[in-house]
DNA sequence: TCTATTTTGGTATTTAAGTACCAGAATTAA
DNA sequence: TTAATTCTGGTACTTAAATACCAAAATAGA
């Protein structure tokens, strides 16, 4: 089972993750509780958020009452800032050969997959952190 | 650098493959030509046309003037039925959490993948091979 | 029948992602 | 100052995908 769109799941862990930090905000929330209300390795969780905060999305506090906040509103933290700390910067042309020296004249897939990749860079760019909080 | 959609190498390489043979037809194309035109090694196109050739989208055959061709009208291979032969069978829910058991009560994606999902399903399926015979 | 050619299929290697472990540094509270 | 807690960062393990290798089987033509 394939999925077409590609989000692994330490990106996935990320944005879950942040939407409970966004929620509880302005209290901290720590590795340990995200964890577990995410049914993940505590390990891996905190490997992602520490890649998050040094980017600058999250700050993390250490010690007894440690934890992690946002870095700044939750309107300005969009998915897309996420997966591509969490995976890598995006790149909108999808044939993987094109990279590697395409021998085609032109591309064989045509527009379709640049402006498919434009739709879902749009709507990774339009799911804000602000929505999961009510 | 990381693609947003989900296409291996693997399955570019069967499509522009498979493009070259059904431009070929009826005569026969063999691996080693193939390889040539695509800058792939050879061992590595042999596997994908093998398994393409398993699943009855070409026929093979073996010994000098040997090489595979279309086993069914370019109209009626799409790129969808490669891709499902070479990388799996397509899930059109594109959250990662889903499978695992998410923790969430509903989707934290909403409908937006799965829609976008579904337009690529459908680009998947208009791409036919007889697209590149001219 | 013999030789060269081509696919086949099993196996092995490489690479990348995901996951886990652990000692060290920082911080809080007693 | 001591003990407990929490993030940090380096490393190591596991797993799956991608890729490569090679001997065996099949075939065509001489």
Redesign the pocket.
């Known amino acids: 089972m394939s999925h077409l769109i590609n989000i ?4 996935s ?1 990320a944005l879950h993750g942040l939407a409970i930090v966004a929620k509880k905000s302005p209290d901290k ?4 509780y995200l964890a577990e209300k995410l049914n ?2 505590e ?2 969780l ?2 992602i ?2 890649r998050l ?2 980017n600058g999305l999250i700050k ?9 906040v946002l870095n700044k509103p939750a309107e300005e933290i969009s998915f897309l800032d996420i997966y591509e700390i969490v ?2 910067k995006v790149i909108l042309n999808d044939c993987p050969l094109d990279k590697a020296g395409c021998t085609f004249d032109n591309c064989i897939f045509g527009d379709a997959l640049k402006s498919i990749s434009q739709s879902i860079y749009q709507t990774f760019k339009n799911i804000k952190l602000s929505k999961f909080i009510e």
Chains 1, 2 share one sequence.
Do not use: I, M, Y
């Open positions: 692994s799941e330490a990106a862990l929330v720590n590795a340990k993940a390795s390990a891996h905190a490997k958020f520490q905060s040094k993390s506090f250490r010690g007894p009452t440690g934890g992690f995976e890598s």
